[in-house]
């Protein structure tokens, strides 16, 4: 079997509506604004007639794609050395590649990317609520907060509105908001905290350890971004500075990037994405490290949730112990899928069919360009 050709699609559908609009402002759009749901694509295809496809992609990827046409796709290994020699330090466009060789290679084999990788570990996966897009309003978060709950999840993860561009007002609309959460859902439930929502690249070491310490009563599970994610002298200051642990690294891509973060001993929690950090091929090789650090990793993981779920689903308990669930946003992302795959009662069960599963749906492509 040669890889022939390698597509990157873009497609429109429908107008989004439901959980896929959202209800704050994001990326300079108001709240509840309607646009088509617009996804690219990337598949790799076979003299066989078989085909690899991951969600994302770029020009570069088109690009990147020339370097492995002809060559075996069973050689996964090699094909990622391979593209990361030749793009290096740009990894996006080998992740993206790379996840499609996996789906591929699952689909050579009838079996499922899981069952590759040597799983499953584990019959199911805790999965937490991302809550991006719901109101950040403490009563409508606390009401949010709850009705998830009812649906089975044991753990959230909420995104602070406020940065430290908005001064003391700021901090205690940050406060309130997971004040109000932690009073709606009990001491049990597991609260993650996000400053992505407020930008953090406006924070300073020291806003970022006031705010820590005046979350600490709320008992996070952790806090995520506080500070600008290349910072990691701040990370490490703020890691001393409050008992509640770190999570970051969805910016860093590659073992040797996130291995910084392990050197530094600030992170409790790495969150490298497979789409971002090199594929699933990067993201065995992160996880053995991260074990050697005795660190968590639980991965970032909107675009990338299906093929990130396979990847946990190889991995032992101990390392890799629950996965992201966005809520809004993967009513976006998986809209052009067939099927919709998302956790059952707060789990992730076993995914079904060969590769990761997935198959893009014709009948709810409006357009589609081909770069």
């Not at 995104?159 to 959460?181: D, M």
Request: glycine residues 8%; proline residues 7%.
């Amino acid at each position: 079997m040669k890889i022939t050709n390698v597509r990157v699609l873009q497609l429109e559908g429908r107008a989004r509506s439901g959980l896929a609009l959202y209800e704050i402002e994001r990326g300079g759009r108001p709240a509840g604004h309607v646009t088509p749901h617009r996804w690219t694509f990337t598949q790799i295809e076979t003299d066989e007639g078989l085909t690899g496809l991951t969600h994302g992609g770029s020009a570069e990827t088109k690009a990147a794609g020339r370097l492995i046409i002809g060559e075996d796709p069973t050689r996964i290994e090699y094909l990622w050395e391979k593209l990361y020699d030749a793009l290096r330090p740009n990894v996006r466009p080998v992740a993206l590649l790379d996840l499609a060789l996996w789906d591929l290679q699952g689909k050579i084999e009838n079996k499922p990317v899981y069952k590759l990788l040597g799983g499953p570990s584990r019959e199911r996966i805790p999965a937490y609520a991302a809550m991006l897009g719901f109101s950040v309003e403490p009563e409508a978060a606390a009401r949010a907060s709850v009705e998830y709950i009812a649906k089975g999840f044991q753990a959230l993860k909420w995104y602070l509105p406020c940065n430290e561009l908005a001064g003391r007002e700021g901090i205690e609309r940050n406060v309130n908001l997971i004040r109000a959460v932690r009073e709606a859902v009990g001491d049990d439930v597991r609260i993650m905290v996000d400053w992505l929502l407020s930008n953090p690249r406006a924070n300073s070491v020291l806003y970022a350890i006031d705010l820590a310490r005046r979350l600490e009563p709320f008992n996070p599970t952790w806090i995520e971004e506080p500070l600008p994610f290349d910072d990691l002298d701040s990370h490490v200051k703020l890691s001393r500075m409050t008992r509640i642990p770190l999570a970051f690294g969805e910016h860093f891509y590659t073992r040797w990037q996130i291995k910084q973060i392990l050197d530094t001993g600030c992170a409790t929690v790495i969150q490298p994405d497979p789409n971002a950090a090199g594929g699933i091929t990067e993201l065995r090789k992160i996880a053995a490290l991260a074990s050697t650090y005795g660190v968590i990793l639980v991965p970032h993981a909107n675009e990338s949730s299906r093929n990130a779920v396979h990847f946990l689903f190889s991995q032992p308990e101990r390392t890799c112990p629950l996965m992201e669930w966005g809520v809004r946003i993967n009513h976006d992302v998986q809209y052009f899928w067939k099927d919709f795959y998302g956790p059952q009662n707060g789990y992730f069960e076993l995914p079904d069919g060969p590769g990761f599963g997935y198959e893009l749906d014709p009948e709810k492509i409006v357009r589609q360009v081909e770069l």
